[in-house]
């Protein structure tokens, strides 16, 4: 006889994950709707994956992956069970779609959800999935499909693969054509969720100019989220002025300290895509704004977008991380001895062997840090470079500070094969102890508003970082 409910012999029901793939270029609201409607079918989870271009999907990017991250991770935030997977866009290569049930196994039961379009021609092994996707005629058999279908038009039974649910979504409109208004001078709402529009309108997306690296936004009723440094007194004083706006739908992140306060603050809050602004409460502050009013609605800001670092890790183990930073990472010696390195860009060998105490990467934000202190020169926030800069280098002889390409990918390699001369690696001055090499580049997917005064002058505070004035 059958195991009663809940006896130990009874098989657990696994949770449905449905995972939903797109370029969502931009995401819309159709696409929120969607994420909700699967939620109310009961899906334990909805994942949400932005796709990069693939041989056989023709159409191409129109925006670059970071504003796409940035885009998906506005629209669907604030939904429960909803997430979003950046990996493919991390990557710059799409996950097969077979692979699915190995990447979520531990979420639970993988459901794919397709489109109506995708299953035409499905009883004669004709289907889009069947044909395109790899291994797609397995995936047809054994896999499970959500089927998104107008009210009333649902795909013929003879087309539907065996482990299918459909799900009627209406009033879809094509990403193509919201981004066709906007080239011709409309705007993207309201097929797009509000934070979406606004990040399309501050930025230009589709409108066929090139994506400014500051704007300017006017702030309506800000929502704060207040971060200070609760070891400083004056910070802590200087927070209480701003408490009233905090809310807990923040549209904007004030940062109350010094640049370290800073770093933390956006390394813990970066996924929220918010501007973040600061409020000097320490010393230089180089990310921080001198002074702020206290009557912040309807007070005009200037906003930088600012990359961060991808640093893949390969330990002295040999076990491989992944993390990111925002203003440098670097690698130094362990040791008494000198540490041994290797410089290659782009995959190619440029300094075979640096002698020294260490090397490190900044983004122009951190320019004016440690790689200051190493002798580089800061450089403005614009700039689409990355530093890289050595501490106490023997070898080569002369050897300077550089200004690489932006899109530079560097690895620091340590050449030391006895354990005499290990190195450790260090990212926005965290340790993450003796490592033999790392890779530095920006990320495709993680990037970071600061927002200043427009009374902010970035020349002055160059100026300041190089002769600060009463230093001996």
């Not at 604030?78 to 493919?88: F, T």
């Not at 039961?109 to 379009?117: G, I, L, T």
């Not at 690296?213 to 200070?228: D, I, K």
């Not at 306060?261 to 230089?284: C, E, K, Y």
């Amino acid at each position: 006889m059958p195991a009663p409910p809940g006896s130990p012999s009874e098989s657990p029901v696994p949770p449905r994950v449905a995972v939903f793939t797109g370029s969502f270029d931009p995401p819309t609201a159709f696409h929120r709707r969607v994420a909700g409607l699967l939620r109310d079918r009961g899906f334990a989870e909805v994942v949400v994956r932005p796709t990069v271009p693939r041989p056989d999907r023709p159409d191409g990017e129109h925006a670059d992956p970071v504003h796409r991250a940035v885009m998906a991770d506005l629209a669907f935030r604030d939904m429960p069970g909803v997430s979003v997977d950046l990996s493919d866009l991390d990557e710059g290569r799409p996950t097969d779609d077979y692979r699915f049930d190995d990447r979520y196994r531990d979420l639970g039961e993988v459901w794919h959800v397709v489109s109506a379009d995708f299953l035409a021609g499905g009883r004669g092994g004709a289907s889009f999935i069947q044909t395109r996707w790899p291994r797609g005629r397995e995936l047809w058999a054994g896999g499970r499909f959500v089927v998104l279908h107008p009210t009333g038009a649902p795909p013929d039974p003879a087309d539907r693969p065996p482990a299918c649910e459909l799900v009627p979504a209406d009033d879809h409109v094509p990403t193509a054509a919201i981004r066709l208004r906007v080239f011709q001078g409309g705007g993207a709402d309201p097929d797009v969720p509000d934070g979406v529009a606004g990040y399309i309108r501050r930025y230009r997306l589709y409108s066929g100019v090139p994506v400014p690296r500051e704007t300017r936004v006017r702030l309506g009723a800000p929502r704060l989220m207040v971060v200070a440094d609760e070891s400083n007194p004056r910070a802590r004083a200087v927070a209480e002025r701003f408490r009233r706006l905090e809310h807990p739908d923040p549209t904007l992140i004030l940062v109350v300290g010094g640049d370290g306060t800073m770093l933390s603050a956006i390394r813990r809050h970066w996924r929220r895509r918010r501007p973040f602004l600061g409020l000097n409460a320490g010393t230089l502050g180089f990310l921080m704004n001198e002074a702020l009013s206290d009557d912040l609605p309807g007070s005009e800001l200037v906003v930088y977008r600012m990359p961060m670092l991808r640093v893949d890790t390969v330990g002295e183990d040999g076990a491989a991380a992944r993390d990111l930073a925002y203003a440098d990472a670097w690698v130094e010696r362990d040791s008494g001895q000198a540490a041994w390195l290797r410089v290659d860009v782009d995959g190619r060998v440029q300094v075979p062997k640096v002698v020294g105490d260490g090397l490190l990467v900044a983004t122009p934000s951190g320019s004016s840090g440690y790689a200051r202190a190493m002798g580089a020169t800061p450089v403005p926030l614009t700039a689409p470079v990355l530093t890289l800069a050595g501490s106490n280098v023997f070898r080569p002889y002369f050897w300077k500070p550089a200004a690489l390409p932006e899109a530079s990918a560097v690895r620091l390699t340590s050449l030391d094969d006895t354990g005499k001369r290990p190195v450790r690696g260090f990212i926005d001055g965290r340790p993450l102890g003796r490592v033999r090499g790392l890779e530095v580049r920006v990320s495709t997917v993680a990037a970071v508003e600061l927002a200043f005064t427009p009374q902010f002058d970035m020349g002055q505070r160059l100026l300041r970082s190089l002769f600060p004035s009463g230093e001996v």
